[in-house]
Structures are given as structure tokens and as C-alpha cells.
T-cell receptor, first 114, second 117 residues
């Protein structure tokens, strides 16, 4: 099946610092999604990307759809304590027989030190 | 607009039992997908239902099954539970509109935490 490599697995940063995480794949994806999950909750959609090269912002978050369609990154600027959580990338790819499905990265666990 | 709801939120079962989990999608959403989340394997796709038909299926054994009702609500069933089935089971819904590029934006419920002892 399709694999997504998400890095880093975890990061500890000081409040106010910028953060960058990325996902790469051996397969081409048509859509990239970025989610954040808080403990005990389901993932919440942060940003959706639909076109190669697309750069989209949502407040302090910025994400880009790589030109090769095999990667995406998420940046968080001026981190705050409530940014703590696990961030997941997801790629929409063809799974055969006319169907598509989302493949998720393993997540980046972000810790923010006040 | 109400979000995706899942019931129950927590469940404890013993090996060999079977379990049914329920998911109500966002109003107007016709597609429901199920995922299993574990610390070791991350988020893994189980299956997707649209208009009461299974449209896509992940790589899980036949003990995992699901269905969708005419009101788009969905249930997932796991039979003959094993210890390894302990996980957070997440349901996600999406709208499906022809030509709408947002149709792959999946919205997740809070999950059902299943513990098998």
C-alpha cells in the first residue's frame, strides 16, 4: 500500500519559535490534508491542499503542496502552548478499482515549552 | 452545524466477544469512513461507506465489518475480539458533491476507545 513518511516524529520547542514538519511519499497524491489531534479527541482538519505548488495559510499555519506531488510541509509560526498536540499529514491517492483513500503519516508530536 | 458523533466513547470487552460501534455523520454528509488508531500503527483505514454501499476497504480481516443506513448513520462491528483490537476507532464523514474539490476533506468524530481484556 501507499506509505507516508512524516518527520520529525517529535519535537520540543520554546514558545514563540517557528515549527516545520513535512511528509514525503513514494506515490503521487492529488490532495494533501493536515490535521491536529489533541489527547482523547479525533483529528481536526487544519489545512487542505489541492494543487501542486499550492501554498495555503490558516492563521499562524502555512502548508504547501510539493511540486512533485509527493510531499507537503506544514509550518507553524510563533508557537504558543495550545499548539501542543500531534500533527498528521494525509494524502489522497488512488487505491484501485476507481477508488481513492486517505493515507496518514504516523504523526509529529509537538511539545511547546512556555 | 453539529459535528460527527460517535457512541459509545469508551468500551471494555473481553476476548472472543463482539462489539458494535456507531457513528452519525455531519448533516448532509453521505460518506462515512472508519479508521483504527493505535500507538504502533497510527491511523489505519478500515472502510468507507457511501449511500449504504461499501466503496473502499482497507487491509483488515473479515472480523471487521460495517454498514450504513439510509440516513447515512454507520455502524462498525468487530467479531471475535482479540487483544490487538484495543484501539481508538475513529469515524470520519465528508460531503460528496460532483465537482467540489472539498469532497476529500474528512471530518472526524471524537472516537470510541475500545479496550479488549
Amino acid at each position: 500500500g501507499q506509505q507516508l513518511n512524516q518527520s520529525p516524529q517529535s519535537m520540543f520547542i520554546q514558545e514563540g519559535e517557528d515549527v516545520s514538519m513535512n511528509c514525503t511519499s513514494s506515490s503521487i497524491f492529488n490532495t494533501w490534508l493536515w490535521y491536529k489531534q489533541d489527547p482523547g479527541e479525533g483529528p481536526v482538519l487544519l489545512i487542505a491542499l489541492y494543487k501542486a505548488g499550492e501554498l495555503t495559510s490558516n492563521g499562524r499555519l502555512t502548508a504547501q503542496f510539493g511540486i512533485t506531488r509527493k510531499d507537503s510541509f506544514l509550518n507553524i509560526s510563533a508557537s504558543i502552548p495550545s499548539d501542543v498536540g500531534i500533527y498528521f499529514c494525509a494524502g489522497k491517492g488512488y487505491s484501485g478499482a476507481g477508488s481513492y483513500q486517505l493515507t496518514f503519516g504516523k504523526g509529529t508530536k509537538l511539545s511547546v515549552i512556555p | 452545524k453539529a459535528g460527527v458523533t460517535q457512541t459509545p466513547r469508551y468500551l471494555i470487552k473481553t476476548r472472543g466477544q463482539q462489539v458494535t460501534l456507531s457513528c452519525s455523520p455531519i448533516s448532509g454528509h453521505r460518506s462515512v469512513s472508519w479508521y483504527q488508531q493505535t500507538p504502533g500503527q497510527g491511523l489505519q483505514f478500515l472502510f468507507e461507506y457511501f449511500s449504504e454501499t461499501q466503496r473502499n476497504k482497507g487491509n483488515f480481516p473479515g472480523r471487521f465489518s460495517g454498514r450504513q443506513f439510509s440516513n447515512s448513520r454507520s455502524e462498525m462491528n468487530v467479531s471475535t475480539l482479540e487483544l490487538g483490537d484495543s484501539a481508538l476507532y475513529l469515524c470520519a464523514s465528508r460531503g460528496v458533491l460532483q465537482g467540489d474539490r472539498s469532497t476529500y476533506e474528512q471530518y472526524f468524530g471524537p472516537g470510541t476507545r475500545l479496550t479488549v481484556t
